[in-house]
């Protein structure tokens, strides 16, 4: 199985960022997906998760009301889209497959 993340980049304080992430190679549909994020020096930490069928959600509490995680099963993908990004936020963001699959990661910076 593989999961390949796009949409990270540098967005200034405020801003937004939608992230993706899309899977081959396994039965997504059967997967727990989770956005998860590295910053430099700090242990990875989750973001945000949510169930296979898409009804469950979970956030970290540092994100709650500003990220979005969704999923759309018939295109294997998994989004997470954040707002009023702070440079607290900085970090390499994966997906992760229940705890199968990682991806390779995205940057994103936030900086003005």
């Known amino acids: 199985g593989q999961l390949v993340e796009s949409g990270g980049g540098l967005v200034q304080p405020g801003g937004s960022l939608r992230l993706s992430c899309v899977a081959s190679g396994f039965t997504f549909s059967s997967y727990y997906m989770g956005w998860y994020r590295q910053a430099q020096g700090k242990e990875r930490e989750l973001v945000a998760g949510i169930s296979s069928g898409g009804g469950t959600t979970v956030y970290a509490n540092s994100v709650k009301g500003r990220f979005t995680i969704s999923r759309d099963n018939a295109k294997n993908t998994v989004w997470l889209q954040m707002t009023s990004l702070q440079p607290e936020d900085t970090a390499v963001y994966y997906c992760?497959?229940?705890?199968?699959?990682w991806g390779q990661g995205t940057q994103v910076t936030v900086s003005s």
């Open positions: 992760r497959a229940s705890t199968t699959y």
